[in-house]
C-alpha cells in the first residue's frame, strides 16, 4: 500500500518530527497517539517522507486480525507470495529479518483498530526482534505494554500552541486568500490542526461542525460521502466519479476536498476522514445505504484497485446485500489471483465472511482446498466430509478432493474408495485430468497400504497412455513410491526423467514444488549433495509464484534432510521437529507420522537411542492403526541406526555414505576390533569430523576405537582414558550416556581375572563384587597399590595416598597396619594379595588384572 503524502502545508509539528526522528535512532519502536484530527498520520507521513530506506504502509480496519497486516507487510517487502502459515511467531520473526535487511521502516495507521492482542504483536514481539529496522505506529490511545517490552518512544500530539495555529491560519490566507475569525477559530477549536482548517473554510458555528457540515451537504455531496463512508478502501477517483452523471462529479468532488470532507492520497485514491466516516454512515437511511452497496458493487468490477484488495470490497458490499451465492461466484472465479498474490488467508477468511447456510457446493470445495493450502487438513476434510454425504455435484470432482484429503489424513481405505470410484467411472464421465489425479492417488495411497509392486506396474501401464507433463507426473510417481519402498538407489533414474519432461513441459505449481524437493531429497540421502543444492534453489524460486503452506512445509522438510546430510545435524532435527508441529496442529497425520518417525530414526542415529525409540514407537502405533505397511518397514529400518543393536551380529553396522565420517569412524572401531593398528590410525587420521555438537559421537567413536585397541593390546590406563574422552566428547551432542559404555564392552569384552574400578568403587572377583563405596580408607590404600602393582609403596607414599598427609609413626604405623589386615582379608581367596616389604607394601596382581583409574577424583 502507497504511503500518502503529508499536505503541502505541514506546519508546527517541526519539533515532534525532529524528536521523533532522533529517537528512533536510539529506540527500535514509537507509537503517535492523540484524539482525532490533531495530525497523527501526517506526522507520521512526513517522517516516511524524509525515510531514507524503504517505508512498509499499512493502514488497519476496524478488528483487522494483526496476522493480516504481518502478511501483508511481508508481502510488500518479499515482492513475492508470503505465507500466512502457522504458528504466526515464525513470520513475525521473518518480518523482523526482513525489515532489518532493508534498515525499512513499518508504518502502521489507527493502530488502536486492531483486535485483542494487536499492538502487543507489534510493539513487543516485533519491536523486541528488531535491529536496523523500525516501527512507528499512530493511534487515538495509549496502548499500556508490560514491563518486560522493550523501550519505544511514546509521542502524545496535542493541538498546536496559538503561533503555530496562527501560522498555520496565515499560510491558508496565503493559499486559498484572507478569511477572519482566527480568535473565534482558537477559542473554539483551541491547536486542533483538522478543525482549523475547516474553521478558515468558514465552518465557525457553535454547534458541532461535523454534524453541522454533514446536514448541509447537497444530494450529490451526500452520495460520494455516504459511498466513501461505506467503503473500507481509498476508491480510485476515476471509480468514484462514476456515481454522479458526467460532468457533475468532478466538481462536486472539488467541494469535499475543499472542504476537507474527503481526502486525496498521492496516488488518487479518495477517502473520508475519520471524523467525517461516522457522522456520514450514521445519516444515511437504510433505503440509501442499500442503494450505495449496489453502486459500489457494480463500479467495484472494474475499479482500477490491486486485483485482491478490490475483490475483497466488491465481496463485503455483495454480503451486505445478501447477495452472498454471487460473492461466493467471485471468490471461486479469482481465488487463483489470491493464492498467486499470497492472499490465501484473506481468501479464506473472505468464504468464512458467507454465512454457511449459503455457501454453495463450490465455494464449500473452495473453502476445503484453502483450508488445505494453509495447512488445516483436519477442517478441510471434514468440509469434504460433509459434501460427500450429501451426495452433492460435481460428484468426481468432489470424490477426487475428498479422496487426497482422506490420504492426507490416514483414512488410507477412505482414500482408496473414493480414487476408485473416480477411475471406474464410465468413459467420458470423469475428465481425463481428473483420471489422472485419481490414478495418482491411487498408486500412493496402495504403496502406504503396502501395495508398491502393483501400484508401479499401473503408474507403467499409465504412461503408455498420457503425453507431456502428465506422463512426467506418472515417473514422479514412480520414483516417490520407490523411496517410499526404501529403494533410493531404484528411485533416482525415473526421478531424473520426470525432471527432464517438467523442463520441456512445465507442470502445475505443486509439481514444480513438490518434484525438485523430492529429487533434492533423493539426492542428498545418496550422498550428492551439491546436486541436491541446485534441486533446492528450483524448488524455492518455484514456492515463490504462489501461496501454498502445505507446499512450503514439504520444501522445509526437504531442505532439512539437505541439512542433516550436509552436517548440519541439530538444525535439521529443530527444522523437522517445527514441520511436525505444524502437520500435527493442522491435522495432516499422514505426514506427521511419517515424519515423526523420520526424526526418531535421526536420533537414533545421534546416539539418542531412547529418545529416538520413543518417537519410533508412537509413529508406529499410529501407523498401525492406518495399515501404513510401507511407514512400518520405514520405521524397523530407522530402527537399525542403534550401533550397540548393529554390532550384536560382531560385524560393522552399515551406513549407506560410504565417504561419511560415520563410515571411517565405524571401519576404525572394527579395525580395533580385529587388532589391525596400522588400518585403526590411518582411518583415524581420515575421520577428522567437525568439533561440533553434530559430530559428537562420530567423535567419540575415534576415541572409542583407540580404547578398544588399547584394551586389547593390554593398555590398561591408556584404554580407560580414551574411554573416558569418548564419554565426554559424547556428552556433547546429548548422547545417551550407556551407548558409549555398551559398545566398549561389546567390542572390547573384558578378558579379566580381577578388575578395581576406581569410577564406581567396585572390584570384581570373577563372578564375585565387593563394593567399596562406604569404605573410603580401604578403598585409597588399594587404588594406591593398584596404581603401580607389584611395586613396593612406602608408608610415607601410602599415607599421602590414604590421609594427605606426611607419614608419623606414631599415628599412622597402627592405622597401616590394620587397614592392610582388612584388605588382605577382602582379598582371600583371590589372584591378588598384599605383602610386605621392609619399606612399605606391595600389591601382587594376575596377568588378567584391569585398573580402571578416575582421575581428577578424590579416592
Given at each position: ?536 534453489a528450483v524448488a524455492e524460486a518455484a514456492v515463490k509464484r504462489g501461496e501454498d503452506v502445505r507446499m512450503r512445509m ?306
Amino acid at each position: 500500500m502507497r504511503v500518502p503524502s503529508p499536505p503541502t502545508l505541514f506546519l508546527g509539528r517541526d519539533a515532534e518530527l525532529e524528536r521523533l526522528r532522533s529517537m528512533l535512532d536510539r529506540v527500535r519502536s514509537a507509537l503517535v497517539f492523540g484524539v482525532a484530527g490533531v495530525g497523527k498520520s501526517t506526522l507520521a507521513y512526513a517522517l516516511a517522507a524524509r525515510w531514507p530506506h524503504p517505508v512498509i504502509y499499512h493502514r488497519v480496519e476496524e478488528d483487522e486480525p494483526a496476522g493480516v497486516v504481518v502478511d501483508r507487510a511481508l508481502h510488500q517487502l518479499a515482492r513475492d507470495a508470503v505465507p500466512a502459515s502457522t504458528p504466526e511467531a515464525e513470520r513475525v520473526a521473518e518480518l523482523a529479518e526482513r525489515l532489518d535487511a532493508a534498515s525499512a521502516l513499518l508504518l502502521i495507521d489507527d493502530v488502536h483498530r486492531l483486535g485483542p492482542g494487536g499492538p502487543a504483536l507489534f510493539f513487543h514481539q516485533l519491536a523486541g526482534q528488531l535491529r536496523t529496522g523500525r516501527l512507528v505506529a499512530t493511534s487515538r490511545e495509549l496502548n499500556v505494554l508490560g514491563p518486560d517490552a522493550p523501550d519505544r518512544l511514546e509521542l502524545r500530539l496535542d493541538g498546536l500552541d496559538e503561533s503555530g495555529a496562527r501560522l498555520l491560519w496565515t499560510s491558508l490566507d496565503e493559499l486559498y486568500g484572507p478569511s477572519t475569525g482566527f480568535e473565534l477559530a482558537w477559542a473554539r477549536f483551541r491547536g486542533n490542526p483538522f478543525l482549523l482548517r475547516r474553521g478558515h473554510a468558514g465552518d465557525l458555528s457553535e454547534e458541532d461542525p461535523i454534524a453541522r457540515s454533514v446536514a448541509q451537504l447537497s444530494a450529490p455531496e451526500r452520495r460520494l460521502a455516504g459511498a466513501l463512508a461505506l467503503a473500507s478502501v481509498p476508491l480510485p477517483t476515476a471509480a468514484l466519479l462514476k456515481l454522479l452523471p458526467a460532468p457533475d462529479g468532478r466538481p462536486v468532488l472539488r467541494r469535499l476536498v475543499t472542504r476537507m470532507v474527503v481526502s486525496l492520497d498521492g496516488a488518487g485514491g479518495c477517502s473520508l476522514h475519520d471524523l467525517f466516516r461516522e457522522a456520514v454512515t450514521a445519516a444515511l437511511g437504510e433505503a440509501e445505504r442499500r442503494e450505495l452497496h449496489e453502486a459500489l458493487a457494480s463500479l467495484l468490477r472494474e475499479a482500477e484497485l490491486e486485483p485482491v484488495a478490490r475483490v475483497a470490497e466488491l465481496c463485503r458490499h455483495l454480503r451486505a446485500l445478501g447477495r452472498h451465492e454471487e460473492a461466493g461466484g467471485v471468490l471461486a472465479e479469482t481465488a487463483a489471483q489470491w493464492v498467486r498474490d499470497g492472499a490465501t488467508a484473506e481468501l479464506l477468511r473472505a468464504l468464512e465472511a458467507i454465512p454457511p447456510v449459503r455457501r454453495t457446493p463450490e465455494v464449500r470445495i473452495l473453502r476445503s482446498r484453502t483450508l488445505a493450502r494453509l495447512l488445516e487438513v483436519r477442517r478441510a476434510y471434514e468440509e469434504l466430509h460433509g459434501l460427500v454425504e450429501s451426495g452433492v455435484s460435481p460428484r468426481f470432482e468432489l470424490k477426487l478432493a475428498y479422496g487426497h484429503l482422506a490420504m492426507l489424513t490416514a483414512r488410507l481405505d477412505v482414500a482408496a474408495v473414493a480414487m476408485q470410484e473416480v477411475l471406474s467411472s464410465a468413459p467420458g464421465e470423469a475428465p481425463p485430468a481428473l483420471r489422472l489425479r485419481a490414478g495418482l492417488g491411487l498408486a500412493l495411497t496402495g504403496t502406504y497400504l503396502g501395495g508398491g509392486e502393483t501400484a508401479r506396474e499401473r503408474l507403467a501401464y499409465a504412461r503408455s497412455k498420457y503425453p507431456g507433463f502428465e506422463r512426467g507426473f506418472l515417473w514422479f510417481c514412480t520414483a516417490f513410491t520407490l523411496w517410499l519402498d526404501g529403494r533410493p538407489e531404484e528411485a533416482e533414474e525415473p526421478m531424473r526423467t520426470a525432471l527432464a519432461i517438467f523442463q520441456e513441459a512445465p507442470a502445475t505449481f505443486r509439481g514444480a514444488v513438490l518434484a525438485p524437493a523430492f529429487a533434492m531429497v533423493l539426492l542428498a540421502t545418496l550422498g550428492q549433495l551439491d546436486e541436491a543444492e541446485q534441486m533446492q534453489a528450483v524448488a524455492e524460486a518455484a514456492v515463490k509464484r504462489g501461496e501454498d503452506v502445505r507446499m512450503r512445509m514439504y520444501l522445509r522438510a526437504s531442505k532439512a534432510v539437505l541439512h542433516f546430510e550436509r552436517g548440519e545435524r541439530l538444525r535439521a532435527l529443530a527444522e523437522l521437529r517445527a514441520v511436525l508441529d505444524a502437520l500435527a496442529r493442522g491435522g495432516e497425520v499422514l505426514w506427521a507420522l511419517w515424519t515423526r518417525a523420520w526424526i526418531g530414526g535421526w536420533l537414533v542415529e545421534l546416539g539418542r537411542v531412547r529418545e529416538g525409540r520413543e518417537a519410533l514407537a508412537d509413529a508406529e502405533q499410529g501407523m498401525r492403526g492406518a495399515a501404513m505397511e510401507a511407514g512400518l518397514r520405514f520405521v524397523e529400518r530407522a530402527r537399525k541406526a542403534d550401533l550397540v543393536g548393529q554390532w550384536e551380529a560382531g560385524a560393522p553396522p552399515a551406513t549407506g555414505r560410504a565417504t561419511s565420517f560415520r563410515a571411517r569412524a565405524l571401519a576404525a572401531l572394527d579395525a580395533a576390533r580385529q587388532g589391525d593398528s596400522r588400518r585403526l590410525h590411518v582411518l583415524l587420521e581420515e575421520a577428522r569430523p567437525p568439533a561440533t555438537p553434530d559430530f559428537a559421537l562420530d567423535r567419540a567413536l575415534g576415541h572409542l576405537a583407540l580404547a578398544v585397541a588399547a584394551r586389547r593390546e593390554g593398555r590398561g590406563e591408556e584404554s580407560a582414558r580414551a574411554l573416558a574422552e569418548a564419554g565426554r566428547v559424547a556428552a556433547e551432542g546429548r548422547v545417551d550416556p550407556e551407548v558409549v559404555p555398551a559398545l566398549f564392552e561389546r567390542l572390547a569384552p573384558v578378558r579379566y581375572q580381577a578388575l578395581l574400578d576406581a569410577r564406581g568403587h567396585v572390584l570384581s572377583l570373577g563372578g564375585r563384587q565387593v563394593s567399596l563405596r562406604r569404605r573410603p580408607v580401604l578403598r585409597r590404600l588399594l587404588y594406591a597399590l593398584a596404581s603401580r602393582p607389584g611395586i613396593v609403596l612406602t608408608k610415607e607414599e601410602l599415607a599421602v595416598a590414604i590421609w594427605s598427609a606426611g607419614y608419623d609413626p606414631l599415628r599412622h604405623d597402627n592405622a597401616l597396619r590394620v587397614n592392610v589386615r582388612y584388605l588382605r582379608e577382602l582379598l582371600a581367596g583371590s589372584p591378588l594379595s598384599v605383602e610386605f616389604d621392609d619399606t612399605g607394601y606391595l600389591l601382587k596382581v594376575p596377568e588378567g588384572f584391569e585398573y580402571l583409574d578416575a582421575p581428577g577424583t578424590d579416592f
